[in-house]
């Protein structure tokens, strides 16, 4: 084996790097070594600002499979033949704690992949939750502030959590999702990925339909109990982590199959549910599943902080047959990503191996900033249009048109007629079990007990009980008893 020689960042050998350059011996440090300089330098930089949210999370390659024929739906090239298969990005995340929390934790988890399609990346940057807290993009740093750590404490605090959502009764569907069973997944390979939004896809006609993604797991769904999770997290903080790395090293790949739910764009205005509302589900009486495919993790990345770290998900990278719904949510998030993206790992972060299509070529007028890799030749002129060859639109629209009517205001979601805050969460407190029940009230009681201002208990009640009569008076008890202890 031929021995390696250690360099500095310029390539010059390192004559020593056990002990730094100093004036005689036990004498003061000498400026001119370049290379303790340069390796204390460099240290200091190792780090960049983390995710505002879902900061802390693993990541593994993989495959996309179509196994059902969607073709009558979109004209997504990937989705476009039974077979096919599309290299993909998967990362997934805790959603409120930072870079350096603990992963069995009572919180949502995010399920984001990038396609690597011959059409450019799709990214579906989803959640392991159907719905989610609120409905509206100007909530959202207000949510994410009450969820946090706290500005003067310095941890989550149960008055800022359920503050927050005393609120927002149209987080009650969601609160019921986290304090249930699934609120604590036993690993990420143990649940399900949802897009949570409504999506559009066109097909090849011009028709489009509105549709929910479903990874189901093919694992089985685990979860862990408030107390198995508190032992889990004493033992190995990076659990989950652990579990993931492991399980594709040992050659065990997980898999999800992907269904989907697919309406017609002529339903979603006289359906019961605003099918655009985040906060609600479609139930799948009205709207069955559809095996489109399955998605196989094989690969772990080489290197945690590239191709982790730097992974940057947009809800906007879209590829031709699919597109955005009016869901105001993720209208919001078409601006979030790139934005944070922009900050957190620079203009150029497209660039970056992980993130770069890697079944076609990004090839556009877009040039220089920092550590820009991708300039073009001394021949590829960077202006459009010119006369020279370069690359030109095409004229053919991703998605579908989406039709639009009123004055601009700022506007509530539009209600249809089955639509309230509090349905569909009674509905979901009504499918559980007795015993499931009695761990949901629990896990409520657990945090809402803590909560130093009975007004906000008091409201919070109120939301579970809108939802089901006895869903709320069986919090309240629990509240209560746990208060007089
Ligand atoms: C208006 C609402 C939302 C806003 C403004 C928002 C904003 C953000 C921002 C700024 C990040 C950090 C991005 C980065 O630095 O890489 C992020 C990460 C993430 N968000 Fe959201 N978010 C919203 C709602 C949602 C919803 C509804 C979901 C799921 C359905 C979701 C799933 C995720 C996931 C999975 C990540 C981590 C992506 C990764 O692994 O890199 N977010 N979000």
Redesign the pocket.
Known sequence: MVQRVLTTESGAPVADNQNSATAGVGGPILLQDQHLLEKLARFNRERIPE????AR?SGAYGFFEVTDDVTAYTKAAFLSEVGKKTELFL?F?TVADSLGGADAVRDPR???VKFYTEEGNYDL???NTPV?FIKD?IK?PDFIHSQKRDPFTGKQEPDNVWDFWAHSPEATHQVTWLMGDRGIPASYRHMNG????TYQWTNEAGEAFFVKYHFKTNQGIRCLSAEQAAEVVGKDANSHQTDLLQSIERGVNPSWTLYVQIMPAAEAADYRFNPFD?TKVWPHADYPLQRVGRLVLDRNPDNVFAEVEQ???SPNNFVPGIGPSPDK?LQ??LF??AD??RY?LGVNHTQLPVNAPKATVADNYGRDGFMATRNGSRHDKNYEPNSYSGPRQTDVPLSAPLAIHGWTGTHAAPQHTKDDDFFQAGELYRLMSEDEKARLVANIAGGLSQVSREDIIEKNIAHFAAADPEYGRRVEEAVRALRED
Not at 194 to 197: E, Q, R
């Open positions: 995710r505002v949210v879902h999370g990362r995340s995010g399920f984001a940057v989803g959640n989610f993009p959202f949802y897009g949570s939004h985040l992974a940057a998900f949510m919001g998030r979030a990503y944070a993206h957190r």
